[in-house]
Structure formats: structure tokens, C-alpha cells
């Protein structure tokens, strides 16, 4: 082998730990402690034509991919993880495990990405959708269908961060006959581990949070058992070829070694900034699941162990108010994406095209690593 996994020493699972020791390998012809990376498209065979060491074409499987996909699996509880090449191709695989006809249950406030693959790539296949508020417990049960196949839980929800329950939607999604998936790309398994309360898979953009840095695109599917759900996910990652590539691997890694300091120190700052914000007289709304008022405020407190780095609001005044403060801000950046270490501002509703449901007074913020008071200072200029 090129390289052996160091574990913890003894039974230790504390995801600190796992986090912290994601890339630490030891290469026995050099000592390097981190793991290189596998460039190689293929894999020698041998005499017998076999393939001893595990690997026989990038498609099918890279020692970098691998130890990607083992130690999110461990990070999320689950028993096995399927790595790609964007957060949006992870979903797609999810939703290409369901047959022709079957149905989706989607939260009404979901990444609008997701939302156009179910309404504008599988409806064209068969596979139907429903856009509810799943907050709502009686919007979800008055959802159902006999032909309900999977309820797909984004929590928080992007971009006005509504918190779905996760342990009682799994319920009524198993009562159904139904499949629980819940994308954790904001809380990542830092604050959040659905699969401990009944998810039976959650999908990562690894572009964002376990990246962290703003230097790579990638997916993952962390699935609970090792059957039929992560089977065909797999099929479709290794049939499909929407594989990240051996570097992107190593930078998830990479990232990954800190997830759990930088976040908890996206939700510190976070923290601050929701609460200056709550109480500015030009913000009509704060959505941020960490302020007393928020509706979600306390399944959020049940089930995360922190409110994560992401805050939205509404400017008083419109669309034009929203588009100024974005325009006067010094500090933040106005740009698409998450999870880095630089904090992003973006008015939302512009980018998500014709179905937005977003308010056009919401501006989205990924709150980075920067002092907290630089980021309040320069949301106080720009709000004016």
C-alpha cells in the first residue's frame, strides 16, 4: 500500500479527534505524515489479473477519494459515504436511486439548485415533486402519497434558515414507506448529525464548510446502513463518472482537519452579527436560528450543538435598499458560495432566477473567520 491509516489511539470516536487526524497518515518508503496525492488514472494488475490493493481505474475508486469517504462516514455516523464532483451531482445521485413515477417531498425554503433538478431535470423522467414548508408538520402529512419514495430535509434552510425537525420528519417519512435525507452542508457534522436521529442519508457540498478554504468543488452521500440506498448511489457515482478529482479530495481533507475550530468559530461570529443586526432600525428581519425569537430557536437548541455561520436579513425599504447595502460594504465580498474563511454578502433573489421565493430585501451572509467587530463595523457603513 502507498500509505496506512493512523487511527486514535484505542476506541476514541470524538469528532474533534477524527476531524483533526482526517489527512494524518504515515508513508512507509518516505514518513511524510500527510497523505500524497494519487494522480494515477490506473491501477497495475497483477499475473492473475487481479487488483490485490483495491483500485482499478479513477473512476471506480482513488486512495485519496477513499480515505475522503471513510472519514466523513465516521464524522456522520454512518456506515458508508459516496464522494462526487459537486454538491449538486451528490443530490442527483440521491434522486436517481428513485424509480419513474415516484415522489419527493421538498422543503418550500431549499437551496434552489435542488429545486431545479427535481422540477427541471427529473420531472422529465417521471419523478415528481412537492415544495412544502416542512417546519409544518400538517403540510408534510397532507403531502403524502402512496407513491412517496423520499422526504428530503434541508435544515437550516437555504437561504432564510428555517429549522425542520429531523427526528419527527424521519418518522413520518418511515410511517410512510418513505426515505429521510437532509442535506448538512450548513451545519456539517460539527453542529449537526442527522443520521443519529433518524435521517437515513445526509448530503454534503463539500465545496462549502468542510472545504472551508474556497479552493475546491465536491460532494459527498453519507448513508446510515450499507444497503440498497448506498448501493445505488455508488452505482451512480462509479456508472455516472461525477467524481471529484484526487486533488479535490485531498484539499476536503485538507479542510477538514480544522472543521471543527473554524466552526465554532463561524458561529461565535455569526452570533454577533445576528444580534447586531436584530436591533438596527434599517433591518425589517434576521433570520439566524441562535436569536430568542427565531421560530426554529428551539429545535434548533435540541438538536445542533451550535447555530452555525450563516445569517440573512431584510433591509427595510425593498429591493433597491437591499441592493445598495450589498453594493457599500468594504470588508465583506459580494460573491456566491459559503463556508470560507472570508465572510460573503449576496442578495439572493437575483441569482435564483424566475421561481425565486426569496424576499428581494434579503441579503445572504456567510459570516467568516474574521473579528467580529470589523464585520459589524462594516455592516454598520454600509447600512448607513
Known amino acids: 500500500m502507498a500509505c496506512r491509516a493512523e487511527s486514535p489511539p484505542g ?18 518508503a518516505t514518513g511524510a505524515v500527510t497523505v500524497p496525492v494519487h494522480l494515477s488514472t490506473t491501477f497495475e494488475r497483477e499475473a492473475d489479473g487481479g487488483y490485490p490493493l483495491g483500485y482499478t481505474y479513477a473512476r471506480a475508486g482513488n486512495p485519496n477519494r477513499a480515505l475522503l469517504e471513510d472519514r466523513l462516514a465516521a464524522l456522520e455516523a454512518g456506515a458508508g459515504a459516496a464522494c462526487f464532483a459537486s454538491g449538486m451531482a451528490a443530490a442527483g445521485a440521491v434522486f436517481h436511486t428513485l424509480a419513474t413515477g415516484d415522489h419527493v417531498i421538498a422543503p418550500s425554503d431549499c437551496y434552489h439548485g435542488t429545486a431545479a433538478l427535481l422540477r427541471d ?5 417521471g419523478l415528481e415533486a412537492s415544495f412544502v414548508d416542512l417546519t409544518d408538520e400538517a403540510q408534510l402529512t397532507a403531502a403524502l402519497r402512496p407513491n412517496t419514495g423520499l422526504v428530503w430535509v434541508e435544515t437550516p434552510s437555504n437561504p432564510l434558515l428555517k429549522i425542520t425537525d429531523v427526528e419527527r420528519t424521519a418518522a413520518i417519512a418511515h410511517e410512510a414507506g418513505a426515505l429521510c435525507v437532509c442535506d448538512n452542508t450548513w451545519a456539517t457534522p460539527m453542529l449537526q448529525r442527522p443520521i443519529e436521529t433518524g435521517a437515513d442519508a445526509v448530503v454534503h457540498s463539500t465545496t462549502k464548510y468542510v472545504g472551508g478554504h474556497g479552493d475546491l468543488t465536491g460532494g459527498a452521500v453519507v448513508c446510515r446502513d450499507d444497503g440498497e440506498l448506498l448501493e445505488g448511489v455508488r452505482r451512480a457515482q462509479s456508472t455516472y463518472g461525477a467524481v471529484p478529482s484526487a486533488f479535490d479530495c ?4 485538507r479542510g477538514m482537519r480544522t472543521l471543527h475550530l473554524r466552526m465554532r468559530a463561524h458561529s461565535e461570529n455569526a452570533a454577533r452579527v445576528a444580534e447586531f443586526l436584530d436591533t438596527h432600525p434599517r433591518v425589517e428581519a434576521v433570520h439566524y436560528p441562535g ?14 450543538d451550535g447555530f452555525g455561520g450563516m445569517v440573512s436579513f431584510q433591509v427595510a425599504g425593498g429591493r433597491d435598499e437591499a441592493m445598495r447595502v450589498a453594493a457599500g ?3 465583506f465580498t459580494r460573491a456566491t458560495s ?15 432566477g424566475p421561481h425565486t421565493r426569496t424576499p428581494q430585501n434579503l441579503l445572504r451572509s456567510s459570516i467568516g473567520l474574521e473579528h467580529a467587530d470589523d464585520l459589524i463595523e462594516d455592516l454598520a457603513q454600509a447600512l448607513g
Not at 476506541?11 to 512507509?28: F, G, M, N, S, W
Not at 485531498?250 to 481533507?253: N, Y
Not at 472570508?342 to 441569482?351: C, N, Y
Open 291 to 304: 436569536l430568542p425569537g427565531h421560530p426554529g430557536r428551539e429545535t434548533a437548541a435540541r438538536q445542533m
Open 338 to 352: 459559503l463556508g470560507g474563511t472570508e465572510s460573503l454578502i449576496e442578495h439572493r433573489a437575483s441569482i435564483e
Open 121 to 125: 431535470v427529473f420531472a422529465r423522467w
Open 329 to 331: 460594504v468594504r470588508l
Open 250 to 253: 485531498w484539499l476536503a481533507l
Open 11 to 28: 476506541d476514541i470516536v470524538r469528532r474533534e479527534t477524527l476531524a483533526a487526524r482526517a489527512a494524518h497518515h504515515v508513508d512507509p
